[in-house]
């Protein structure tokens, strides 16, 4: 497999491997490889990292068992910017809320 054609799955089972291997080789048309990515040390869960040619393989699998797609992340605005957003919101609900009496309310003359 060449390590442009590369689409990954990382996921944790408690189970055997040996159902995955499986249902890889009836199903899955390109190649695929499986690695072992880590384990609990009670090796009760282990980590995997499954490697797919194909991606509409690794869709499949990924439907299959269920493994959702990994959330892409936002880059976070500077602190700044958050505060003041959040301050300038605050703001507008508080004078909207103010009732200036008549006496201090300036004319337009």
Do not use: C
Request: aromatic content about 10%; charged content about 35%.
């Amino acid at each position: 497999m060449t390590t442009s054609s590369k689409f990954t799955v990382r996921f944790t089972t408690g189970g055997r491997i040996q159902p995955i291997e499986d249902w890889l080789r009836k199903h899955v048309r390109g190649k695929w490889t499986i690695k072992v990515d880590g384990a609990a040390e009670d090796l009760s869960k282990k980590n995997y990292v499954l490697i797919f040619e194909q991606e509409a393989d690794r869709d499949a699998f990924r439907s299959y068992y269920r493994i959702p797609k990994p959330r892409v992340r936002r880059p976070k605005e500077p602190l700044r910017q958050r505060l003041t957003k959040s301050v300038n919101t605050t703001l507008g609900k508080v004078k909207s809320k103010i009732k200036v009496p008549a006496l201090f309310q300036q004319s337009e003359t």
